[in-house]
């Protein structure tokens, strides 16, 4: 049996930081890098743009085959990880093939979640989570005239402005009551409905769809209040849910929730075993329980650690915990959130919307510390801010200031503080 | 992605010196925006008059966030120059670069729509001539680490110096930019006490070393460069001598040396001290200063004993009265100042007497932690204790490294134990002799250039 000292399944940004990691304290010691997909190293983030056509296909890859070879990773393209044997340190692939391993990465990503919608299995859809995916998807919009995008998150509002740009008429279908929900708030979420509406497209919130059937078109959609939509082109962009099928039989010692449960060194339950991004679950800064918090730079710092901790590098510092960071750009306009979207008891709110600019910011403060803050064409330094959260430094002396220039501001600080 | 290990040049910011005007910011709107929009530069000056000035800018990362998290694989570090490079055509806009840089190195431009970062101008970069007040510098020093650390260390592992010597330090730099075509004096001091002259028939070096007297290294070193040239062999002769070995007894061999002129290059490490033997005083020794000679006590005949009662001699303007070829001083807290000065003393060393005079803080004699060898360094220059200079006869004599601001010599003294005792009459005593002989030093600078 083929046997490494270093295993790491997956090839996104929390597999690469873990190799890079482990390669910064242990140059020689055996290392594999195990992935389902058969292209090179890539970020799921990028795919709208592959879609829309920004991005060429073959201009994305995170590393080369040199990176690979320069670090004597071995590489194995396109093979699965089926099941996790550890009471014996074996990795199971779908070849049916084993890989003994001394430590084990699982940073396995996730997966379209597919909603339960009757006749969701007699029609045919996209979904967005790998390039192949992109791909199609990006020679069917060009066909498209009259597209549905099923979840009006991060995913499906990127693959819906592409779809309105390429001319298609657009309808997104989302359960919440507003879009990016999670994300934005209410105002914001306004604001970047306007963007879509203004651009021709459809947004319907606070709905739900009941069936779905085939049609001469494509596939018609009957919506919980009776009406029905037709489409040539669906996207199901619902959700993602971690990959972690392969932790069955002995695997089942994983303990896992919503995702693969992790400490702050990101080690599972099995001594042996880390797991680090999309799917695990681990400690978030504002709460003492674990939290999925599937974003990319999380997933840097869980993979960073989780190397770290593998390699035995005594430079480690625990995760401090995930705090919620997403960026969002659409129709020309930026919308920014860092932090907690929730309000906890005696907290602060405090807003600010200019009409006319579309400028949008919103604070969140406790005992005179940031716990959040979005902006909407308000651009702020979301990394100085991420760090005024983590080090829960008091701003009360400089709040009306900050308010009114929260760039300026967090600049000052992050350049007498951490510089 | 670029496996790390070089140096790299970098753009600093001394903050006293900035006052704020913005013609930085200015400057590189310009360049890069062809805007004199100061929001559009990618250097930006923050803070205000009563906060004092702070940068924020790229700081090309060796551990780059903006690149681990960026999806679009637009930003890559160059392993050659150090920079982070932004590859417009790969960008996405997605702005996660700036949720990773903690620093606010990389930001949106709104006249662009893009985001923005500093690449130095690819290594000429516009801001720092554009300011006014020197708070902005291009250091190039990383030269130092790239190309000496692949030089070969002439000097055995494992010498057996003090934990934080800076001598150490100073002759396995020194040693490797010779380079092996040399031939080394080492008089009694710390140099051979720690290790050149070797162990049990073995030398310490990988060039011929010899062991000297005190008092005739520059005689014998003299002598054996001149049955070099004899056979029509070019080797460097160098001596690294003690401040003790050069100023005291050895002082009219090396002054011999000097007016005729011998082809030798002559360093001091002056640690103001017979460190070697047991911290004894030398005649570098500074005023006030604790040695095992100049005790601390109670005294006799009713003299309190509180150091040193004299005032150091000043060896290196002495050496310039000897019209040498070449004289300069130099500290390890400015290694690019050193390294300059090695390399035009070697050279002057081909013509005639070049003389090196390193100041060189001594964790063991001047009583502080070993960690705090740069600092105690830096400090003496900082407040112009000693002064970093150079003279040929040609130029005359002129400051490589004036201090405009100087920090009063107290920033100095109280980095070590060897002035603790010091009393207020004492300490003003030491602060009016720097300026004193800042003052001689500017004076003699004026005149040789005039």
Request: include cysteine; hydrophobic fraction near 40%; proline fraction near 5%.
């Amino acid at each position: 049996m083929e046997h490494t000292k270093y295993l790491v399944v997956g090839s996104s940004h929390a597999a690469l930081e873990a190799v890079t990691a482990i390669r910064m304290h242990d140059a020689k010691g055996s290392l594999t890098l195990l992935t389902r997909d058969p292209h090179l190293p890539y970020s799921p983030t990028v795919l709208p743009y592959v879609v829309s056509g920004r991005s060429s296909p073959d201009g994305i890859f995170l590393r080369d085959e040199k990176f690979f070879a320069d670090n004597r990773v071995q590489l194995k393209r396109g093979t699965a990880l089926k099941a996790l044997h550890v009471e014996r340190n074996a990795a199971e692939l779908a070849d049916g093939s084993e890989i003994a391993y001394e430590k084990i990465l699982l940073a396995t990503g996730a997966s379209p979640a597919i909603p339960p919608i009757p006749g969701i299995d007699t029609v045919s859809y996209h979904v967005l989570r790998t390039l192949d995916d992109a791909t199609k998807l990006n020679a069917a919009i060009k066909q498209s005239k009259q597209a549905v995008v099923l979840g009006a998150g991060l995913v499906g509002m990127h693959a819906a402005e592409n779809l309105v740009k390429v001319g298609a008429g657009v309808t997104v279908v989302e359960m919440a009551k507003q879009l990016t929900d999670g994300y934005f708030d209410a105002t914001a979420a306004a604001l970047i409905e306007k963007a879509f509406t203004d651009n021709g497209a459809t947004i319907l919130t606070g709905s739900r769809v009941v069936k779905l059937a085939p049609s001469s078109k494509g596939v018609t959609l009957t919506l919980e209040n009776g009406t029905t939509l037709e489409a040539d082109l669906l996207l199901v962009a619902t959700g993602v849910r971690p990959n972690m099928a392969y932790l069955n039989g002995s695997g089942q010692l994983v303990l896992h929730d919503k995702g693969i449960l992790v400490s702050d060194s990101m080690q599972t339950s099995v001594a042996n075993v880390w797991a680090a991004g999309d799917c695990a679950q681990a400690k978030g800064f504002f709460t003492d329980s674990k939290v999925m918090n599937a974003i990319l730079p999380d997933a840097t710092e869980q993979g960073r650690i989780a190397g770290m901790a593998m390699a035995g590098d005594p430079g480690l510092k625990t995760y401090p915990g995930g705090v919620p960071l997403n960026t969002y750009h659409f129709f020309g306009r930026h919308a920014i959130s860092v932090g907690s979207s929730k309000v906890p008891e005696g907290a602060e709110v405090v807003t600010r919307f200019d009409e006319a600019s579309g400028r949008y910011l919103k604070a969140i403060f406790k005992d005179g510390c940031l716990l959040g803050i979005y902006g909407v064409n308000e651009f702020f330094d979301a990394g100085v801010m991420c760090q005024l959260i983590l080090r829960r430094i008091d701003l009360s002396a400089v709040k009306q200031r900050f308010l009114a220039e929260p760039m300026k501001v967090g600049r000052e600080i992050m350049s007498k503080t951490w510089r | 992605m670029a496996m790390f290990g070089g140096a790299y040049n970098t753009i600093a910011f001394d903050a006293a010196k900035c006052d704020g005007c913005g013609d930085c910011m200015t400057a590189c709107a310009t360049a890069k925006t062809g805007t004199v929009d100061q929001s559009r530069s990618r250097i930006q000056i923050v803070g205000s008059e009563h906060d004092g000035f702070e940068l924020a800018l790229c700081r090309q990362c060796g551990d780059p966030k903006c690149v681990t998290v960026c999806p679009a694989a637009a930003l890559t570090k160059n392993g050659d120059s150090g920079v982070i490079e932004w590859n417009a055509s790969k960008c996405v806009d997605c702005l996660l670069c700036t949720v990773g840089c903690a620093y606010a190195g990389i930001a949106l431009d709104a006249g662009s729509g893009h985001v923005a970062k500093c690449d130095t101008c690819d290594g000429a970069p516009a801001c720092v001539p554009a300011c006014p007040h020197q708070a902005l510098t291009y250091i190039t020093t990383s030269r130092i680490y790239n190309e000496v650390g692949d030089w070969e260390d002439l000097f055995a592992p494992g010498l057996a110096g003090c934990q934080g010597c800076n001598t150490e330090l100073l002759m396995r730099h020194t040693l490797r930019r010779v380079g092996p075509e040399t031939v080394l004096a080492t008089p009694p001091g710390c140099v051979p006490g720690m290790g050149s002259v070797g162990f049990n028939g073995t030398t310490g070096t990988k060039v011929p070393v010899f062991h000297p007297l005190l008092t005739n290294t520059a005689a014998m070193l003299a002598g054996i460069k001149r049955q070099y040239r004899r056979v029509g062999r070019e080797v460097n002769a160098l001596a690294i001598a003690g401040d003790g070995g050069a100023s005291d007894v050895g002082f009219q061999s090396l002054s011999g040396a000097a007016e005729r002129n011998e082809q030798i290059l002559f360093m001091v490490v002056d640690n103001e001290g017979y460190m070697n033997t047991g911290m004894q005083r030398s005649s570098c020794t500074p005023y006030g200063a604790w040695t095992s000679t100049t005790p601390i006590g109670k005294g006799s005949g009713g003299m309190p004993s509180q150091g040193k009662t004299q005032d150091a001699k000043n060896l290196p303007l002495i050496m310039v009265n000897h019209r040498c070829e070449y004289v300069a001083t130099a500290s390890t807290a400015y290694m690019q100042d050193l390294y300059d000065k090695l390399d035009k003393a070697i050279q002057a060393s081909k013509r005639g007497f070049a003389y090196l005079h390193v100041y060189s803080p001594c964790t063991t004699g001047w009583r502080f932690p070993t960690d705090q060898n740069m600092e105690v360094a830096r400090k003496a220059v900082e407040t112009n204790f000693v002064m970093l200079w150079e003279y040929n006869p040609k130029d005359g004599l002129e400051f490589t490294r004036p201090v405009d601001d100087p920090l009063p010599v107290t920033e100095y003294l109280k980095a070590m134990g060897r002035f603790r005792h010091l009393s207020p009459d004492q300490i003003s005593h030491i602060q009016g002799k720097v300026v004193e002989n800042l003052a001689f030093v500017k004076q003699m600078a004026h005149r040789q250039s005039a």
